[in-house]
């Protein structure tokens, strides 16, 4: 069993006061310059508390190996659950001590050697301010909410108080939902699971929404040179379109990431080498493919049609790019409107079928860009375009000409920056390697030439089966989401159409 989970009550006692902790009387105000500040936003506050504190770990080591002269500093609000929560909801975390409940606002420091060889949880190098703020030391009680907007901003306000930098990179680790009622804040308690940062201990059945974090954002620093989602689900057009005043650059995956894999301990090192924003982005996308192919995670194809797609996959994303994103809005709601004009019964059919499910000409179907969101069905915007502008069996000249038109903003604009989706068994495109292509007859998956169109998301239907295949079914209220969807065909096309196509 890994020493993680061996952890007494007195090695994290130990650990936690060995830290330097600051009181009320010795706080200053006094701002440190820094060339990069990481930001961690790591909510462990439900069943991912281990692997908040990994992360933890992970941002220790990478410090430690940094290079010499380097200047980084990483400010953390990290809020774990508490044992008797644990117990109830989630068995199998039963042995988490209350120290793991708590929220700490910290600045993490380096590991010393021997630190990282006894495996130990906190380096003493990293120093506690969780007193000093009463949004974090609230009566004593060391807890936050992870799911407000409010915990949010009093960090990023906290951070801009204290650092200055160069380049500032913000990461929010939970799960990630996808893109459903992103305006909203108030969800049943049964529809707060698999969102966007939640919190068991609250209980206050929020989520952190796209709106919160780029509220939060723009009313503390402004703008950020990144946000790195470290969730699932959550690279969405209707997202990136919500994020664009508040960040040059988005990492996030349209679909599934893996605990533990966006490699803080080497993003880190990275980062100090004074390496450009974009090229550390790229980092993330890379060592990310790395962590996963070691893994050997394989598409499961046998389920592949119940819905739910069994790739990895994570998109760096040019934020910046304001007349692209005002295009694809535009051209989006233009291939919606040639959607809905189409008349001919089988070619409507066959239409609604390829946005259902991505059919191609064979028997294939591209099940993997047909993601299984919370609520909603995404898909692939850019294997979308491609897809309605190449196939022969499609007569429509006007959606033919809308869908080719989406697809050259996501292939000629550079967008998506960069990224990769796959699996060990069945790679589908890597910008790091020309080579790493899709088996099965979709080459035009690979990217040849550093032009990525592929790893933005769109929502495409609500969640439900039919027969237990995927159905692709009204849905009413998506024109109230986001600015994205404010005035978009594509609101109409999805309240409008149906999977049997009447």
Same mark, same amino acid.
């Given at each position: 069993m890994n020493k993680f989970f061996l952890l007494i009550s007195l090695t994290v006692f130990i650990n936690l006061t060995s830290c330097t902790w600051m009181s009320e009387d010795n706080y200053s105000p006094q701002t440190t310059q820094t060339d990069v500040l990481f930001m961690m936003y790591l909510d462990g506050d439900n069943n991912l508390n281990n692997a908040a504190w990994e992360n933890f770990k992970q941002v220790q080591k990478g410090l430690m190996n940094l290079p010499k002269g380097a200047s980084v500093t990483v400010a953390a609000l990290i809020d774990g659950i508490s044992k008797d929560t644990s117990a109830r909801l989630y068995p199998g975390l039963s042995h988490i001590g209350d120290i793991y409940g708590r929220s700490f606002l910290l600045r993490i420091g380096a590991y010393t050697q021997e630190e990282f060889e006894q495996d130990n949880l906190v380096a003493a190098s990293t120093l506690d301010y969780s007193?000093?703020?009463s949004w974090v030391y609230n009566n004593g009680r060391h807890e936050v909410d992870m799911s407000s907007g409010q915990t949010l901003y009093n960090f990023l306000n906290w951070a801009k108080s204290r650092y200055s930098a160069s380049k500032k990179i913000l990461v929010l680790q939970n799960h990630g939902g996808g893109p459903y009622k992103e305006l909203s804040t108030s969800l049943s308690a049964q529809d707060s699971e698999r969102v966007l940062c939640n919190d068991i201990t609250t209980g206050t059945n929020n989520k952190l929404t796209t709106t919160d974090i780029a509220t939060a954002i723009k009313s503390t620093l402004g703008k950020i040179d990144m946000l790195v989602e470290d969730v699932c689900l959550?690279?969405?057009?209707?997202?990136?379109?919500?994020?664009q005043d508040v960040t040059n650059y988005l990492i996030a995956s349209p679909n599934s990431t893996l605990t533990n894999s966006y490699n803080y301990d080497r993003i880190i090192p990275y980062a100090g080498t004074g390496a450009k924003i974009e090229d550390i982005g790229k980092k993330f996308i890379d060592y990310n493919y790395e962590f996963c192919m070691e893994k050997y995670f394989d598409l499961n194809l046998?389920? *592949? &049609?119940e819905g739910p797609c069994y790739e990895y996959s994570l998109s760096l994303i040019d934020c910046s790019?304001?007349?692209?994103?005002?295009d694809i809005k535009n051209?989006?709601?233009?291939l919606a409107r040639a959607l809905l004009d189409v008349t001919d019964t089988q070619d409507k059919n066959n239409l609604i079928a390829s946005l259902g499910k991505l059919s191609t000409n064979t028997d294939n179907v591209l099940y993997g860009f047909y993601y299984n969101a919370t609520y909603v069905y995404t898909q692939d915007l850019g294997v979308t375009a491609y897809i309605l502008a190449n196939t022969p069996m499609l007569h429509s000249?006007?959606?033919?000409? *809308? &869908?080719?038109?989406?697809?050259?903003?996501?292939?000629?604009?550079?967008?998506?920056?960069?990224?990769w989706a796959g699996s060990y068994k069945r790679p589908l495109y890597y910008s790091g390697n020309a080579s790493f292509g899709s088996s099965g007859g979709y080459e035009m998956l690979k990217i040849q030439d550093g032009r990525c169109p592929w790893g933005i998301s769109i929502t495409s239907g609500t969640r439900k089966n039919s027969a237990g295949k995927n159905a692709y079914y009204k849905l009413d209220n998506y024109g109230s989401w986001t600015s994205f969807a404010k005035d978009n065909v594509w609101a109409e096309l999805l309240s409008s159409w149906k999977n049997s196509g009447q």
């Open positions: 007193k000093t703020v959550q690279c969405s057009i209707e997202e990136i379109y919500g994020l046998d389920n *592949a &049609a790019k304001a007349n692209v994103l005002s051209h989006t709601s233009a000249a006007a959606v033919k000409e *809308a &869908a080719q038109n989406l697809y050259n903003d996501l292939r000629d604009n550079s967008l998506i920056v960069y990224g």
